[in-house]
């Protein structure tokens, strides 16, 4: 069965402290891998869409990378406004492009 | 060029009422997915639609649920004879093309069934 799963559920961090949230999945064959942001009451705002193992991409403070079984969203040096749920998905070969499977999310709160 | 737009963002309905949920996709956009998100659970797929067809439905509940998405207007989720595990935040999502292509999603339409 295709599958997401986030960790951890929930990370603190001082504003400034790197760190990293994790996603590993399982799935018969990957079309992609989408990350995205969501705020409270908000609906998820995309950030990133890696397609293959060993592929990277950047925006700012956020840096996703992709391996064949997981992806890791590196936070370098974040903000309060970084504070957010951090949500992961794939879409399996064989669906519509975006009939994503989500993870349960990891709840990042930056404090100053 | 105005984002996936959902209305209403916010609906109550008694138990055994219908519920309508209405999401109008980006400009250009042909694809409509719909997602349901329970309280503390990650998003769920339901159905899958473009112009006048649905195309994957398999995460939709077998009764009470159907969804269209007609050549004119908005896609529609309704959701007949609601109870209260009905409650939820319903997103919709649109692309332009169903390749390669990330989904962008609206603010969604928070359910309360009392």
């Known amino acids: 069965e295709d599958q997401v799963t986030q960790s951890p559920e929930a990370l603190r961090l001082q504003e400034g402290e790197s760190s990293s949230l994790n996603c590993s999945y399982t799935?018969?064959?990957?079309?992609?891998l989408f990350w995205y942001r969501q705020d409270p009451g908000k609906g998820p705002e995309f950030l990133f869409t890696?397609?293959?193992a060993g592929e990277e991409k950047e925006k700012e403070r956020l840096k996703a990378t992709l391996t064949k079984k997981e992806s890791f969203l590196h936070i370098t040096a974040p903000k309060p406004e970084d504070s957010a749920t951090y949500l992961c998905?794939?879409?399996?070969?064989?669906?519509?492009?975006?009939?994503?499977?989500f993870g349960a999310g990891t709840r990042l709160a930056v404090h100053p | 060029n105005a984002g996936v737009m959902q209305n209403p963002r916010h609906l109550v309905r008694r138990r055994g009422q219908e519920a309508r949920l209405r999401c109008s996709p980006m400009?250009?956009?042909?694809?409509v997915y719909w997602y349901r998100q329970l309280p503390e659970e990650g998003l769920k797929f339901m159905v899958y639609?473009?112009?006048?067809?649905?195309?994957?439905e398999s995460g939709m509940p077998k009764e009470r649920f159907s969804a269209e998405f007609p050549k004119e207007g908005p896609s529609i989720l309704r959701i007949q004879q609601v109870v209260r595990g009905d409650s939820a935040a319903y997103f919709c999502?649109?692309?332009?093309?169903?390749?390669?292509?990330?989904?962008?999603f609206g603010q969604g339409t928070r359910l309360t069934v009392v």
């Open positions: 999502a649109s692309s332009p093309r169903q390749e390669r292509t990330e989904a962008f």
């Open positions: 799935v018969s064959g990957l079309r992609g």
């Open positions: 890696l397609y293959s």
């Open positions: 998905a794939v879409a399996p070969l064989g669906g519509g492009y975006n009939k994503l499977i």
């Open positions: 400009k250009g956009h042909s694809h």
């Open positions: 639609l473009q112009k006048e067809n649905i195309i994957d």
